[in-house]
């Protein structure tokens, strides 16, 4: 069983930056690859990035370039730095584990267990 607690979201303004942190229990975090996605109000939830066990790092085209997916498996924890902000950035963030790599790594259903998601507000 793996446990996942997000922390870091917030209000920010537009432009702003935000780092939510993800940790993690379980014995073998490192082997795990770890994403982040989000949902919007009235939205289906959405890829955000994924961060495997060698480190490489995958982001949705909507985010490449403002946000950075990172990990320290010391800590167990995997990070998720967000700059630029906008408002169309709004949404509960979740950071979600999967003990197994998938190439369609942007599907949901490809991920083991899931964090209670953290709110990111940006006001324009």
């Known amino acids: 069983q793996v446990q996942l607690v997000e922390s870091g979201g917030g209000l920010v303004q537009a432009g702003g930056s935000l780092r939510l942190s993800c940790a993690a229990s379980?014995?073998?975090?490192?082997?795990?690859?770890m994403g982040w996605f989000r949902q919007a109000p009235g939205k289906e939830r959405e890829f955000v990035g994924i961060?495997?066990?060698?480190?490489?790092?995958y982001y949705a085209d909507s985010v490449k370039g403002r946000f950075t997916i990172s990990r320290d498996n010391f800590k167990k924890t995997v990070y998720l730095q967000m700059n630029s902000l906008k408002p169309e950035d709004t949404a509960i963030y979740y950071c979600?584990?999967?003990?197994?790599?998938?190439?369609?790594?942007?599907?949901?259903?490809?991920?083991?267990?899931w964090g209670q998601g953290t709110q990111v507000t940006v006001s324009s």
């Open positions: 379980g014995r073998t975090f490192s082997s795990y690859s």
């Open positions: 961060i495997r066990s060698a480190g490489d790092t």
């Open positions: 979600a584990a999967a003990l197994r790599y998938y190439s369609d790594y942007v599907q949901s259903r490809r991920y083991d267990y």
